[in-house]
């Protein structure tokens, strides 16, 4: 390869941070809000006030589709982070029990570890050395003051993907609710929040949705909001001549004016991804997958980690170079070679110590559906490169 920074296009391979690029169709959603509306939704009468809450209504409708619930039961929220959030500090309790997995995210972990210190008992079930979740060390280590299940659909780090349908089971059978963050999965892998006996759900917009940033949302039961506080009150927009809170979905949750013109955004993702089927979707990511996996394999001073095949992954793998440092990598990639990942611990600690790249971290490629065939070849071809130098 000879790369040219004034000439070569970039090749994206971050998209487990933030998907890139977005459908035109999104784009075009916020730009017609944006120049044709731009009104408060709920907060007038007029016709372009009712236009923006036509718009966020649709976006509900969208992901009510995508996880087969009621939209009503759909909270729009900032990201993923702000929907766990909600889930874990308005619902639990001192002297509550909390059971998670050893490959969580720090959205997860470090809302888990506030409230331990808060008097919330924790249990930190540890995985495989390829991020995977047992589901019987998770029925093993419920007890009676148990209150919740968390853990991540799928790493951040190894892609690993957990068995939800069966850990949806278990504490369905044993009276606990369970809460998925799916910040890595909605849009990409099939979610049915009744099949799988998902209570809490929390999404990121801007992955694998294609929504902007700034947009995320959290599904909650039915019934189970009276059991959670939310993190924020004040105006919604409904029930304004009192100064309580209003008890119902989903305004008890959305506090303040929206992000309407991201919402316009979002809902154009989510019926991007209805559009050309969640089945296209994984079955391309998984064969990118593969075949960088597979050309990895080939190489030598190279270590993956996660499982060892696409079909136990999302679109997303990590792995090192013996004697260069992730870091090192990384800006390798992006300077010679115009490829964009990502170095480190990905905010995600406990899942480096459980695969064992703590304090280091790993080289991150996340690949997305708008990514070729060609870019992973060329990605192969820089890894080897880094090799010989």
Request: glycine share 10%.
């Amino acid at each position: 390869m000879q790369p040219d920074p004034g000439r070569d296009p970039i090749i994206y391979f971050d998209n487990a941070a933030t998907s890139w690029p977005k459908p035109a169709e999104m784009i075009e959603a916020m730009i017609r809000y944006n120049g044709m509306i731009g009104g408060s939704p709920g907060r007038s009468g007029h016709h372009r006030s009712l236009d923006a809450g036509r718009i966020i209504l649709e976006a509900r409708e969208a992901l009510a589709e995508l996880f087969g619930c009621d939209a009503l039961r759909i909270v729009f929220t900032k990201n993923a982070t702000e929907a766990l959030n909600i889930s874990l500090s308005g619902f639990l309790h001192t002297g509550d029990h909390v059971i998670t997995s050893s490959m969580e995210h720090n959205s997860v972990m470090r809302p888990l570890r506030f409230l331990e210190s808060r008097g919330v008992q924790l249990s930190v079930v540890p995985c495989s050395g390829a991020g995977l979740l047992n589901p019987d060390d998770v029925r093993t280590a419920i007890r009676s003051q148990t209150r919740l299940v968390v853990v991540s659909h799928a790493s951040n780090v190894t892609g690993t993907i957990q068995p939800l349908a069966e850990l949806g089971r278990i504490t369905r059978d044993h009276g606990v609710v369970f809460c998925v963050d799916a910040a890595q999965t909605a849009g990409v892998l099939p979610i049915r929040v009744d099949e799988m006996s998902i209570d809490l759900l929390a999404f990121s917009g801007h992955k694998s949705l294609f929504g902007p940033q700034g947009t995320g949302g959290l599904y909650i039961r039915e019934g189970l909001e009276k059991q959670i506080n939310p993190l924020v009150m004040g105006g919604t927009g409904s029930r304004s001549e009192f100064e309580r809170q209003p008890d119902f979905m989903p305004d008890k949750y959305e506090s303040g004016t929206p992000n309407t013109i991201g919402l316009a955004g979002l809902g154009a993702g989510v019926r991007f991804v209805l559009a050309e089927g969640m089945e296209a979707i994984r079955s391309k990511e998984k064969s990118l997958t593969e075949k960088f996996l597979q050309g990895l394999a080939s190489l030598q001073g190279i270590t993956i980690y996660g499982p060892p095949n696409a079909a136990g992954r999302t679109a997303v793998v990590s792995f090192n170079i013996t004697d260069v440092s992730p870091s090192e990598a990384a800006l390798e990639f992006d300077e010679r070679f115009r490829i964009m990942c990502r170095p480190g611990l990905h905010c995600a600690p406990a899942a480096h110590r459980t695969i064992g790249t703590f304090s280091q971290g790993t080289i991150r490629f996340g690949f997305g559906y708008f990514n070729t065939e060609e870019e992973i070849s060329l990605a192969l071809e820089s890894v080897r490169s880094l090799i010989k130098k």
